[in-house]
């Protein structure tokens, strides 16, 4: 198993004059499972594409081990790659299917049988062996391009939405399974993905792109509580973070935060940062996560210094929780998420309070947190 | 080097069009008198306005001539070209002793033979029975499935035929001609008996056959991309007895292949039976083509935001489905319909409606192979 690092990566194509990956740096250490995410055209499978092979790096170095590789060919880079598109040899059974690549590679037969015997039992396939792919179900043909991946025990494994073909709960069920299975092979794994779900539930560290650009990259739980800029911060979460533009002034030692239908007490830490950086009297976006608005009443009573009128325009009850889409706080309507035997119903006015220990407040222009994490 | 390669660049490097002509040993002889050339070695000839490289001796018994317009090359040119013949002759003499083995060499025969025919054209192809002189040709009189493979892979001058021929060899398990077409492109051959072999035994067989020939397309570009270079595009077409029928195939495979690459810039595998309406749109010529968007759109910059030719493109390929559509975009399905109202407003053109979309589709082609100010 190996690491892979990009250094200053660059993919510009023929006739473009902008780049469409730029100055990408990471390094992924050894059994790490790393996803990429990020909007459609943001780079994320292209930078993958050319840790395959697939796409000529136009500027950097790319290595995997100590080996730089940006003139390998893919079949020498020691990668095995799962794309969406995953297509099986038709005309080979599934055994013969997860055997082809050994074949290629000269292995021995006995030691061909054993390792396709032991993918097959981890991935559940065991009973397929002898079908052709024809016969096959999309999630029983997932596992088995799966398996012509781990077969080869390459030194990382690159996969790119493989599962986006699948059906929602396959999806699920495939999703826990390939995060077993990178834990049990103790394998490098890049992933791409668009779905946040994904991401946060698989990836051991997580890099949002946009626009060919690393936004951040952290794990999952760093990603979440301090994102980096609106964008990472409106990415990750669903429902989205709520964005709201105002005011920040002191008054009577306690800077407060303004805008329509929100007047609120920013937390004695927090304040401090905002002063120190020069923000009190200028304009800033606070963020507030859906989870960190809340209407029970013993909240409510101990943050009196953070509640706030709306207006119920939908709520949506999807049981263990309630969305709450609430007009008069900010130029937009804001989602709060409350617990899911909350009494409130549409077209209702309620007094709901933030957790302020749980903002984020935005600068205007640069749109960065002022509150930049630090390791 | 292969000859086709070598005449690529010679043609890269003088700015001239080449043709391969083939005539027997008698007719050389006698343009060789025609031309008042007395000495039987000479390498080239002029005559009637072209001068003729006397360029390859082929297995079989003709002799392949290179032609060039006279008046396109100067003295020293026809030099030049005389010696680098003379030298790529005597390297390819010693290395058909040292590698080339006698299927390779079968199989560049039928590709400069096609070459020949076809050059690198593809349209008004009109088909020609192999001549006997061909040496593969009594084993492609069985129906075979027919493979375009085309890879700019900046490796590939490294690679050989030998290990692309091993490749697919092992592959198929069984019969496969790989024949060298221009400089990176060959046919690839497989018997059709190989479709038959993806059904399984509990299979109905209620597949159509081009959905079968797709997933051999995937198949072979999946292995292309992982065991060989990568990068690569493959057009497969309907099973066919290449002994009749190799040259309208080709031509087909390579108009497959240049409509799939235009107006499908991300896809690397190309199916004729997919390109019906890129082949129409083809054939219209530009300025057609840019009056009739003049035409309907009063604004022609509305389909070149990335977010509208995306969305719009999904749209189109979920069959207007606004929930699938929605779904495949990972966006919310108001999200959707906001923005194809925006397309509404804009160009006047509703999505939503057959007709409409109709237009719609077909502006979008349209842009791909129009050239806008």
Redesign the interface.
């Known amino acids: 198993m190996a690491g892979v690092k990009l250094e200053h990566i660059y993919k510009k194509y023929a006739g473009s004059d902008k780049a469409t990956v730029i100055d990408v740096n990471l390094d992924i250490q050894d059994k790490e499972f790393l996803v990429l995410v990020g909007p459609s055209g943001c780079g994320k499978s292209t930078t993958l594409r050319m840790i395959a092979g697939l796409e000529e790096i136009s500027e950097g170095k790319l290595y995997i081990g100590d080996r730089v590789v940006n003139d390998v060919a893919p079949k020498d880079r020691d990668i095995a790659m799962v794309f969406q598109s995953y297509a099986l040899y038709p005309h080979m059974n599934v055994y013969q299917n997860m055997a082809f690549g050994l074949k290629l590679r000269k292995f021995k037969k006995d030691d061909i049988d054993k390792r396709v015997r032991e993918a097959a039992k981890i991935l559940d396939i065991e009973h397929l062996l002898d079908r052709k792919p024809k016969a096959l179900s999309g999630g029983q043909r997932q596992r088995v391009a799966l398996g012509r991946a781990i077969v080869r025990e390459p030194q990382v494994f690159l996969m790119d939405e493989p599962l986006s073909n699948l059906d929602a709960k396959l999806r699920g069920q495939m999703r826990a399974e390939i995060s077993k299975l990178a834990k049990r092979l103790e394998t490098t794994v890049i992933y791409v993905t668009h779905d946040q779900i994904e991401a946060m539930t698989m990836g051991d560290r997580i890099v949002v792109m946009k626009d060919g650009i690393i936004q951040q990259a952290a794990s999952p739980d760093i990603l979440y509580n301090h994102p980096t800029n609106i964008f990472v911060a409106g990415f990750i979460g669903a429902p989205t973070m709520n964005f709201i533009e105002g005011d920040l002034s002191e008054q009577g030692g306690a800077v407060r935060f303004r805008a329509t239908g929100l007047d609120v007490e920013v937390p004695a830490g927090k304040a401090q940062a905002l002063k120190d950086k020069g923000y009190i009297g200028k304009k800033v976006i606070l963020g507030v996560r859906p989870e960190d608005m809340h209407e029970e009443p013993v909240f409510l009573e101990a943050s009196p210094n953070s509640i706030f009128s709306a207006h119920v325009e939908v709520s949506e009850n999807l049981g263990h929780e309630m969305l709450l889409y609430l007009n008069g706080v900010g130029k937009d309507s804001v989602i709060a998420r409350v617990d899911g035997r909350s009494n409130t119903k549409e077209g209702q006015n309620i007094k709901l309070a933030i957790d302020m220990n749980k903002i984020h407040v935005f600068d205007k222009d640069s749109e960065l947190n002022v509150f930049q994490y630090e390791v | 080097m292969t000859d086709m390669a070598t005449k690529s660049r010679l043609e890269k490097l003088l700015g001239v069009t080449c043709s391969v002509v083939a005539c027997s040993e008698t007719e050389w002889r006698s343009m060789q008198e025609s031309a008042d050339v007395m000495n039987e070695q000479a390498l080239s000839i002029e005559l009637g306005g072209k001068v003729y490289f006397r360029w390859h001796q082929k297995v079989g018994s003709d002799v392949e001539l290179l032609t060039v317009e006279s008046d396109r090359l100067t003295g020293a040119e026809r030099a030049l070209i005389e010696w680098i013949l003379q030298s790529s002759q005597l390297s390819n003499k010693e290395g058909s002793h040292k590698s080339g083995s006698s299927e390779e060499q079968r199989a560049n025969q039928l590709g400069q033979w096609i070459h020949g025919k076809l050059g690198g054209q593809y349209t008004g192809v009109q088909d020609e029975e192999l001549p006997e002189s061909i040496g593969l040709k009594s084993r492609l009189l069985p129906s075979m499935i027919p493979f375009l493979l085309v890879s700019e892979?900046?490796?590939l001058t490294h690679t050989t035929y030998t290990e692309l021929y091993k490749?697919l060899k092992?592959?198929?398990?069984g019969e496969v001609y790989l024949i060298p077409l221009e400089e990176k492109e060959w046919l690839i051959l497989c018997a059709e008996e190989?479709l038959a072999?993806?059904?399984?035994r509990?299979?109905d067989g209620s597949?159509k056959p081009e959905e079968?020939l797709a997933?051999?397309c995937?198949?072979l570009?999946?292995?292309l991309?992982?065991?060989?270079?990568?990068?690569c595009h493959l057009a497969i077409s309907n099973p066919m007895v290449p002994a009749h029928t190799l040259l309208s195939t080709v031509g087909l495979l390579r108009e497959t292949m240049y409509l799939g690459r235009a107006f499908h810039v991300t896809s690397n595998i190309h199916l004729p039976w997919m390109l019906h309406m890129e082949r129409l749109i083809n054939s219209i010529p530009d300025g057609v083509r840019r009056q009739f968007i003049d035409r309907v759109l009063s604004r022609s910059d509305v389909f070149l935001d990335?977010e509208t030719l995306?969305t719009l493109e999904a749209f189109f390929l979920l069959d207007c489905n606004v929930s699938d559509t929605a779904k495949k975009?990972?966006i919310h399905r108001n999200t959707l319909l906001y923005r194809l109202d925006k397309i509404k407003q804009e160009t006047g053109l509703d999505v939503r409606t057959f007709g409409d979309a109709v237009l719609v589709k077909l502006i979008l082609l349209l842009y791909k192979v129009t050239k806008r100010k």
């Open positions: 892979h900046p490796q490749l092992s592959y198929f398990g190989l072999s993806a059904e399984d509990e299979e597949e079968a997933l051999f995937e198949g570009y999946e292995l991309s992982n065991e060989w270079l990568g990068e990335p995306t975009l990972y």
